[in-house]
């Protein structure tokens, strides 16, 4: 098959959203340290109507309505996630509920774990799947669906919640370059979940950054190398249209961008921006430069009009929902879709998967037309998404409220025994919800 990737994608997150400058005075931070210093807009968070099997439920089943799919031309599913529900029973399994009815339950896959790279690791997945000799010609679909949350602190307004799925198959609009994909794996303890009785992760902020600029860097230089080696040319961002970055917040996506452009220099690549300025930083030692305030500050300013043009067109989701964890790198694409439309045809979009602990990977994917009887366009995706009614129609709840919510959930993880009692007027119509957890911890799920 030709031209493997994403035929079409779709997009949930929840309803309830409070506001980071409102945030920023509730918890007596400095005026625009969660605005300006973080860059975020919003936080979207679920309510004990939601979890992760319902937001997989919700996009799974708008997918393949929207697009008309039969349930019996799914041949894989796979799920990118790090929300533990189940220790054992997968997401996977829970969709299948969406296939019962036509009888189809031959589809292979289950789900994926490393923080916030499950959703990539799914996606490579059933790549390989549809370029294999086991493919049998049907649908793959790959489902990211993660809540982030945090305990009180620094970390509680980097949170967010959502769900992406994206169906897989030959001549896609969004076609991934399948030789020039770059990976960096390391051990690391920056952020990750020791504690299985809470849905809160132990985080180190500060190493999570480096490693998180570590792994661009490496996977930058690695992507430059095997891209020069086939194409006897040097990669620099002049050859790039659009980059997407995993976003945990929009500064360090900033600071990614920057740090590429630091990439190009030290490479001495060709430059999409004056760099004389960074010529007094030249030969600073690796460990230095992640460190060095004043370069840092220099790289931020020389690629501010780069980072409007490439980048800021896929921050819109990432910024107004916050950190979606494995759906957040999707969510930014689904993002730049949403703002291009058909004008992204013929692109090169980077993009940069972190998930820590660590597992990375950067690749390419190359927008087109597909075939004329292909009825998957960027413009009819970009249509079908909705985003910008579902980024408005949502509810603005006081920080107070969030704080509620979060105490709630506490309670709920790992809970059995419950029917939710958050108001089931903030789940949106045409949504999965979760009706109650028996004494078994059996979870049953209805949509509005
Ligand atoms: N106005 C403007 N900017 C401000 C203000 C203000 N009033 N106050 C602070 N800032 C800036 C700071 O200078 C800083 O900017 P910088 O990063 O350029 O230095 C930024 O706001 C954040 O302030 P810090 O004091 O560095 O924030 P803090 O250490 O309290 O928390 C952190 C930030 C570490 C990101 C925390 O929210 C966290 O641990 N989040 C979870 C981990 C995470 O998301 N890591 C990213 C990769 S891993 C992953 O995806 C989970």
Not at 15 to 43: H, M, P, W
Not at 104 to 120: H, K, Q, R
Not at 225 to 244: A, P
Not at 259 to 281: Q, W
Request: hydrophobic share 35%.
């Amino acid at each position: 098959p030709q031209n493997v990737g994403i035929l079409a994608i779709e997009v949930y997150f929840p309803c309830n959203s409070v506001l980071q400058s409102e945030l920023e005075v509730f918890d007596k931070a400095s005026t625009g340290k969660y605005t300006i210093g973080l860059g975020q807009d919003r936080l979207g968070f679920c309510t004990d109507h939601e979890d992760v099997i319902s937001m997989s439920l919700t996009v799974v089943q708008n997918l393949l309505e929207k697009y008309s799919i039969d349930p019996t031309n799914v041949g894989r599913i796979e799920v990118g996630s790090e929300t533990v529900i189940d220790k054992s029973k997968s997401i996977k399994s829970c969709l299948m509920l969406l296939f019962q009815k036509s009888g189809n339950s031959d589809i292979e896959g289950v789900d994926s774990t490393n923080a916030c790279y499950g959703g990539t690791a799914a996606l490579l997945n059933a790549m390989n799947w549809v370029e294999s000799s086991s493919w049998d010609g049907r649908y793959a679909i790959v489902v990211a669906s993660d809540s982030a949350v945090y305990a009180e602190g620094p970390a509680r307004p980097t949170g967010g919640a959502g769900a992406v799925a994206m169906l897989i198959g030959p001549d896609a609009p969004i076609a991934m370059n399948r030789t020039c994909i770059a990976t960096y794996m390391a051990h690391t303890y920056d952020f990750y979940k020791p504690n299985l009785a809470s849905e809160y992760p132990v985080v180190d902020g500060k190493l999570t950054q480096i490693c998180y600029l570590r792994a661009l860097d490496a996977c930058y230089n690695l992507i430059g190398q095997k891209y020069e080696k086939q194409s006897q040319q040097k990669l620099s961002l002049s050859d790039i249209d659009f980059v997407v970055c995993h976003s945990p917040y929009n500064k360090l996506v900033q600071k990614s961008f920057a740090r590429l452009l630091y990439n190009d220099f030290c490479n001495h690549g060709a430059s999409v921006v004056d760099l004389k300025p960074l010529h007094a930083y030249a030969g600073i030692p690796v460990a230095e430069s992640y460190t060095n305030r004043d370069l840092e500050k220099t790289l931020m300013t020389i690629s501010k009009e780069e980072y409007a043009s490439k980048v800021h067109p896929s921050a819109l989701i990432p910024k107004q929902v916050g950190n979606m964890y494995c759906a957040s790198l999707y969510a930014g694409l689904a993002s730049l879709l949403h703002s291009q439309r058909e004008k992204l045809t013929g692109k090169r979009i980077l993009m940069f998967s972190y998930g820590s602990g660590l597992a990375s990977s950067m690749f390419f994917l190359e927008t087109r037309d597909p075939s004329l009887q292909s009825r998957f366009n960027l413009h009819h995706l970009a249509d079908s998404m909705g985003l910008s009614h579902l980024l408005e129609s949502r509810n603005i709840v006081t920080p107070e409220e969030f704080n509620k919510t979060m105490e709630l959930m506490e309670t709920r993880y790992g809970g059995c025994n419950f029917v939710p009692s958050s108001p089931l007027n903030q789940i949106r119509e045409g949504v999965y919800h979760l009706t109650g957890v028996d004494e078994k911890f059996r979870r049953t799920y209805e949509r509005k």
